[in-house]
């Protein structure tokens, strides 16, 4: 299995480096929220009580990243419906290669890309606006991002195989995306100090919350068996349901 994946995993390599533009496309909502949304909260910040510890770089990148993972991947799934359509899926489908491989090597694309994108965005965060963050930190933020691209890309080639519709994929995924952007804290932390009882209640029902706190432990250096542990099993969970429910479409799809 390992080998088909990586088979699967070049192939869609190679179809992104003859379109470099990738990179600067995905990463350019992050960036201009970091760019012209932060300065602005930098004040709110310092001078309103109920923020997370922290500056407003060390609050408001994770959660950018955590962006990354969630737009830059949510759609990923056009680009399986367009290879659907011109047969390419099926031709997969004819070789021995595993179905787990044919959703992992896919996936596993879309993980490098994330994962660069996050990069590029904390240099700019480092390098522009001072951000102060610990190596261990940076790195253990990176793999919530990777886990969090796993989860979303293979949620995204599900939906698609499930929909099969250039038309209903986009509407239902942004009817999606929208609440679960407002309700993870991703703009403006959803804490006890700062939204209404209710709004606190619904974004704890919301999974990707305790991603974003996860996120922002991980880059204030705060280790503890709290938030980081919380959004830490979430994400797993996430991951390993979404990759069986990618999988297990791809192989429903081949009875």
Excluded: C
């Excluded at 012209?36 to 909260?41: K, S, Y």
């Excluded at 991947?73 to 099926?90: K, M, S």
């Excluded at 965005?121 to 610990?134: E, K, M, P, Q, T």
């Amino acid at each position: 299995m390992l080998r088909d994946t990586w088979l699967i995993f070049d192939r869609e390599l190679r179809f992104s480096l003859r379109n470099p533009t990738w990179i600067g496309i995905q990463i350019m909502q992050p960036v201009l929220y970091l760019v012209l949304f932060g300065p602005l909260m930098e004040r709110v910040v310092a001078s309103t009580p109920g923020f997370p510890p922290g500056d407003v770089w060390t609050i408001f990148t994770p959660a950018l990243i955590v962006m990354i993972g969630l737009f830059g991947t949510a759609f990923v799934g056009f680009g399986l419906l367009a290879d659907y359509r011109n047969g390419v899926v099926e031709r997969l489908r004819v070789t021995p290669a595993s179905r787990v491989a044919l959703l992992l090597g896919k996936v596993g694309n879309n993980v490098l890309q994330a994962v660069v994108q996050a990069s590029l965005l904390i240099v700019l965060a480092v390098l522009v606006f001072g951000l102060r963050a610990s190596l261990a930190g940076v790195l253990l933020s990176l793999l919530i991002a990777a886990l969090l691209a796993v989860t979303m890309a293979s949620a995204s080639y599900a939906l698609a195989l499930t929909l099969k519709s250039e038309h209903a994929f986009p509407a239902l995924l942004n009817a999606l995306l929208l609440p679960l952007l407002l309700l993870s804290g991703i703009l403006l932390p959803i804490t006890t100090g700062l939204a209404p009882d209710w709004l606190y209640t619904l974004s704890r029902i919301n999974p990707f919350s305790h991603v974003v706190e996860a996120e922002r432990a991980a880059f204030r250096g705060d280790f503890t068996m709290d938030s980081l542990l919380t959004g830490s099993i979430v994400l797993v969970v996430l991951a390993a349901l979404t990759v069986f429910w990618g999988t297990r479409k791809f192989r429903m799809d081949n009875a």
